[in-house]
């Protein structure tokens, strides 16, 4: 696709910084810098070498032919930039004035200023990137941990994309089949027999399954969870916290009672941005002050998708606790049996004999002992025990979530239909709208409306 205007943006973060870049790209790019930019040395714009930098000064046009800033102008040609256009981008001085000014040069020379993410529609209508590819882009920029980067990275360099090409592929060498056997009904074709059909219908709804099983994972990696920190007073809750933590965020006291509103603070485990939450030791209280709290910690519940439920190792179990272990039959929970170097009154076998398939885990949090342990059995939690990012990959993005899902649900209707031997037509059909939306994800019919909603979220400028 040839676009006629060229785009403009300040590609770089607001506030100050040692550089900022205005990035500019289309047909006019160069045309356009060489209206405002005064090399240093004799050379001629359209003569530089693609892909390199060139030392000079930002002239004011209008006016007194003033230096408005002193930058290096990167000049990118097409075909091999992001967009695939000609780029160049100014290197300015990081501030908001000298970048807004040479944004407003820019536009007065023939420039429109970029919508949110019109780079990189660009590079997706220009059919460098497909539409998984260049959602990724905003992946890697948003990511939160380095497990999600590295997930973006994988989805930009096509690692998906392949994926659901290679199924799209099958798919559509079915439906050719299919629909050759309704043109030429009568013909003595060697069309793939049923069970062929059948077989490579099931094949590639397994893979579908099986990518659609990343997504709960998937979305815990992008977004994170909620874990709340509850148990009785004085268990050693908020040691937990700060050593997970690791600072003395929450206040730790050898008085029962000393948390009285839930803190909440975002560490990162393995990969996953976690929201982690202490609260108040949950009792029965006349203290209208601690009520509240016990109340908020209760609160929690509602709002974590795990729970990491402590006991004291030291003292007995008593209704408290059993109330806890009620709480973690009906919750993901991991049972935590601090203060283990205190001689011991409750062992884990006291806590297994309520919960018997809840993980447990022995700490002597001031003693820095289970710690590490009690990371591993969280990740175990959340991710399942044989999780790794590797050779497969890994849906992040509800919208290839729900592509998928629409395409597993057509193509149940085409094994069932393939089953009960109905005509080609009607199995075509659905095979289609199975191929339709796998057709979604890589954005080979996506759209318009729903290719500005995806660029909109992105940031200017890129
Ligand atoms: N011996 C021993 N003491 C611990 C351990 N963990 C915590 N403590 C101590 O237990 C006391 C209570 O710890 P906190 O972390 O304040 O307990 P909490 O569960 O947050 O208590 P509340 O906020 O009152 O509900 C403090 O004196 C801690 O130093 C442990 O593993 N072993
Ligand atoms: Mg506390």
């Not at 997706?124 to 890697?140: H, K, M, P, S, T």
């Amino acid at each position: 696709m040839k676009f006629d205007d060229t785009i403009a943006a300040i590609a770089t973060p607001k506030g100050e910084g040692g550089i900022g870049i205005v990035r500019v790209s289309g047909s006019h790019a160069i045309p356009i810098a060489n209206k405002l930019f005064r090399p240093s040395r004799a050379v001629l714009l359209h003569e530089i070498p693609s892909h390199t930098l060139t030392h000079g000064y930002v002239i004011d046009t209008s006016a007194s032919g003033e230096i408005i800033d002193e930058v290096l102008l990167g000049v990118m040609r097409t075909p091999n930039t992001y967009t695939t256009e000609d780029i160049v981008e100014f290197n300015c001085h990081g501030g908001s004035i000298p970048l807004t000014s040479v944004l407003e040069l820019v536009v007065e020379a023939g420039a429109r200023v970029a919508e949110p993410g019109e780079f990189t529609k660009r590079a997706f209508l220009n059919g460098r990137l497909d539409l998984a590819q260049a959602e990724a882009v905003a992946e890697l920029i948003g990511s939160k941990t380095e497990l999600s980067r590295k997930i973006a990275v994988d989805t930009l360099s096509g690692k998906l994309s392949e994926n659901v090409n290679r199924l799209s592929d099958r798919l559509a060498e079915l439906l050719a089949e299919i629909e050759a056997s309704i043109d030429f009904p009568d013909e003595d074709l060697d069309f793939m027999k049923v069970d062929t059909q059948l077989q490579t219908s099931r094949e590639v709804q397994a893979d579908i399954t099986h990518l659609i099983a990343t997504a709960s994972e998937g979305r815990i990696i992008k977004e994170g969870v909620n874990v709340g920190i509850l148990g009785k007073p004085n268990v050693g809750k908020s040691s937990l916290f700060n050593a997970l933590l690791t600072t003395a965020r929450a206040i730790v006291t050898d008085i029962p009672g000393t948390t009285r509103d839930t803190i909440e603070e975002t560490i990162n485990i393995g990969g996953i941005p976690i929201n982690l939450v202490d609260t108040a030791g949950i009792r029965e209280t006349d203290n209208i002050v601690e009520q509240q709290g016990v109340q908020r910690s209760r609160d929690v519940l509602d709002k974590v998708e795990l729970l990491l439920l402590m006991f004291d190792a030291s003292q007995p179990l008593d209704e408290s606790d059993i109330e806890l272990l009620e709480i973690a039959k009906c919750n993901r929970a991991i049972l935590i049996l601090n203060k283990t170097d205190l001689p011991i009154y409750t062992h884990p076998q006291n806590l297994s004999d309520h919960c018997p398939n809840v993980s447990i885990v022995e700490t002597a949090i001031t003693e820095d002992i289970g710690i590490d342990m009690l990371k591993n059995t969280i990740l175990d939690v959340l991710l399942g025990g044989d999780f790794v990012v590797g050779e497969s990959p890994i849906i992040t993005n509800t919208r290839h979530q729900d592509a998928l899902r629409r395409s597993q649900e057509a193509l149940d209707d085409v094994i069932t239909s393939l089953e009960n031997e109905m005509p080609p037509d009607l199995v075509s059909v659905d095979l289609r709208i199975s191929l339709d939306a796998l057709g979604d994800i890589v954005g080979k019919t996506t759209t318009e409306d729903i290719l500005d909603r995806i660029f909109s979220q992105f940031c200017v400028g890129k």
